[in-house]
T-cell receptor
Framework: SQQGEEDPQALSIQEGENATMNCSYK?????LQWYRQNSGRGLVHLIL?????REKHSGRLRVTLDTSKKSSSLLITASRAADTASYFC?????????????FGTGTKLQVIP | GAVVSQHPSRVICKSGTSVKIECRSL??????MFWYRQFPKQSLMLMAT?????????EQGVEKDKFLINHASLTLSTLTVTSAHPEDSSFYIC??????????????????FGQGTRLTVV
């Protein structure tokens, strides 16, 4: 079953602008991960934020996590045309010796040069 | 990061035939592997959890007799789509899970994914 919902479903911005994607989920989590997927291809891991963290940075990426609201956001600053892709949040839950990962609905980002 | 190899990357098969997809964990022993399916323009849906040496656990709505999962070793899980039909055409992707003793050991653990398999049934 789908764990999370993302919004917006689609986002179109000009190169150089910032892009913000939001993810809401339903249950408790171990950590939350963000992935990028270029059209028809595999997943690229972007960043992981632990359940006991509130904010994390990696290059042009900034992720926040609010476990009380069961939500996370991904901010991409100074966007580039190469950032055009689908972005998915994925929640990880510990379950009986392993970690189960379920994905949100995704946000399709288009960065216009 | 860890390397998970999935093969084949693309396969076209005739309706009614079976297709096997392999998922290998190359640099760690994966007691657990996961299989996802992604229809065009949709998200990844977890199909089943594969545990080495035991039966797979299927998510609700996934036919276990149609999607046979075998996790015969700590580095290999296979997904066989039996009697494939055009509606089974999809992107299938596996993930390997590192073992851990407790919930705390997973706090920083990302999932490791294969490259995916594009299945087209004609």
């Amino acid at each position: 079953s789908q764990q999370g919902e993302e919004d917006p479903q689609a986002l179109s911005i000009q190169e150089g602008e910032n892009a913000t994607m939001n993810c809401s989920y339903k249950t408790s989590i171990n950590n939350l991960q963000w992935y990028r997927q270029n059209s028809g291809r595999g997943l690229v891991h972007l960043i992981l934020i632990r359940s006991n963290e509130r904010e994390k940075h990696s290059g042009r990426l900034r992720v926040t996590l609010d476990t009380s609201k069961k939500s996370s956001s991904l901010l991409i600053t100074a966007s580039r045309a190469a950032d055009t892709a689908s972005y998915f949040c994925a929640t990880a839950l510990y379950s009986g010796g392993y970690q189960k990962v379920t994905f949100g609905t995704g946000t399709k980002l288009q960065v216009i040069p | 990061g860890a390397v998970v190899s999935q093969h084949p990357s693309r396969v076209i098969c005739k309706s009614g035939t079976s297709v096997k997809i392999e998922c290998r964990s190359l640099d760690f022993q994966a007691t657990t592997m996961f299989w996802y399916r992604q229809f065009p323009k949709q998200s990844l849906m977890l199909m089943a959890t594969s545990n080495e040496g035991s039966k797979a656990t299927y998510e609700q709505g996934v036919e276990k007799d149609k999607f046979l999962i075998n996790h015969a070793s700590l580095t290999l899980s296979t997904l066989t789509v039996t009697s494939a039909h055009p509606e089974d055409s999809s992107f299938y992707i596996c993930s390997a899970g590192k073992p851990g003793r407790s919930e705390l050991s997973f706090l920083n653990t990302e999932a490791f994914f294969g490259q995916g398999t594009r299945l087209t049934v004609v």
